[in-house]
């Protein structure tokens, strides 16, 4: 496509906010759902429940941080209340809530064990928060809705130390004769931002944006700055009119929403904004706990699959593991973290780029090759303000079996990188081993093991000049 260096120099003006810039650094993290479903075996309950049907009573959040930390999860998100408005906290503003539960004999608050846990595990907390709440009598009375919805997120906000999330569920199931409640998203946020400034309004909110699929589809070309116009939280409200049914956790992104950030597409928009993705999916069918998933829990080669594709990919990875109706990860899941962990572990154990001697085609002066050694945005590599290309080069004192890449760019300066390879020199000469598109906080560049004695890395066209801040080699 022709350059248009106005369009390019707009674009990369959007850059992460400190809280951006901070999830992005958290890579992978985990979703855990839990309610009145687990114990009604459904997806989506509907608000008429008992309180006395939840009762976790082996709950051991202890037991859930430590299966994320071995899986290398660095922070965890739990339902504080799904769509049937069960609350997980003893909120003073209903009475559907744990108080009124069996668990730990009406005393029990499933975000105090949790957020506890998290601390002492070293990983962070967040809280989902469904708007949609198909229990409190004022949802669809506008304001008096808003007044408890805001009250409810007072009391998440305060009450449990800091959040790094706060994740709004866009879904609604009401249809068109249902309750309609118009959401003051403003004023929530601003109860957020007032209160947990370092935490991200996620999916209906500014922060981080959906990625469009429950199932763990993923972009070929992942753009974090996208036109504004798109995604409203009520576009994304009007977009996840799903049903509970399986059938839309396997839906793929559309062929419609694959491209949302391309130079072509963006020469039709007025404004853009930082907006990385974040992909949500389960590591079993449902969100919920359900028995009958129990040998349905998705394989540890898909687990690394996903990981990669996300992690690897610009996208950030949120992984649900649903406790089950004791309060407990089931067995096979924990077993399946692990082994996620195990491999990501083993894999980027030893990176060759350290000890390889590291030169670029092109040299500022002072933003040196030398500085990708270090994994921080501290320093970077940058060629000459108006040089689209830039080639990097690691040789090694003896030839090493590569079979993966990693590439940061320097994202406090924005997404650059549209196309770059990646070469292995071999007896016969370089050899191509991949070609891609974008790169943004982290791409993970994998292929079939070679033995080489230089890697390289050639950047062929990038928005403005590109700017890396770190390369691994594995
Ligand atoms: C969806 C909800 O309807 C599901 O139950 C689940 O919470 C998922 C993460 O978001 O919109």
Known sequence: MYKDYELDKRLVKCHPSPRQLAIEQMEFYAFAHITVNTFTDKEWGDGTEPESIFDPSGLDADQWVEALVAAGAT?????????????????????????????????????????????????????YLSPWDRNCPLYGQGKAYDDYFCAQLTELCTNYGELFSVWFDGACGEGPNGKKQVYDWNRYYSVIRELQPNACISICGPDVRWCGNEAGDTRESEWSVIPTGFDTPDDVAEKSQKSDDASFRKKKISEMDRDLGSRALCSYASGFAWRPAETDTSIRPGWFYHASDDDKVRSTETLIDIWYRTVGGNSKLLLNIPPDRRGLFHETDVKRLRELGDYIRK????????????????????????????????????????????????????????????????????????????????????????????VGYKKIVKFSPIVTDEIRIRVTDSRVCPIISFVGIY
Request: proline share 3%; charged share 30%; with cysteine.
């Open 75 to 127: 922070g965890l998100i739990v339902t504080g209340k799904h769509h049937d408005g069960f609350c997980l906290w003893p909120s003073k503003y209903t009475e559907h809530s744990v108080k009124n539960s069996p668990f730990r004999n009406g005393r029990g608050d499933v975000l105090r064990e949790v957020s506890d846990a998290c601390r002492k595990g070293g990983i962070k907390f967040g809280v």
């Open 347 to 438: 894999t980027f154990k030893v990176n060759l780029a350290e000890k390889a001697e590291i030169s670029a085609d092109k040299d500022n002066g002072y933003d040196l090759a030398e500085n990708v050694r270090v994994d921080s945005y501290d320093s970077y590599y940058k060629p000459f303000d108006g040089d689209n290309e830039a080639t990097l080069t690691f040789r090694f004192s003896d030839p090493q079996t590569v079979s993966h890449v990693v590439i940061k760019e320097h994202i406090p300066m924005s997404q650059r990188i549209e196309r770059f390879v990646v070469e292995a020199r071999t007896d016969i000469g370089y050899t191509e081993v991949y070609s891609g598109t974008t």
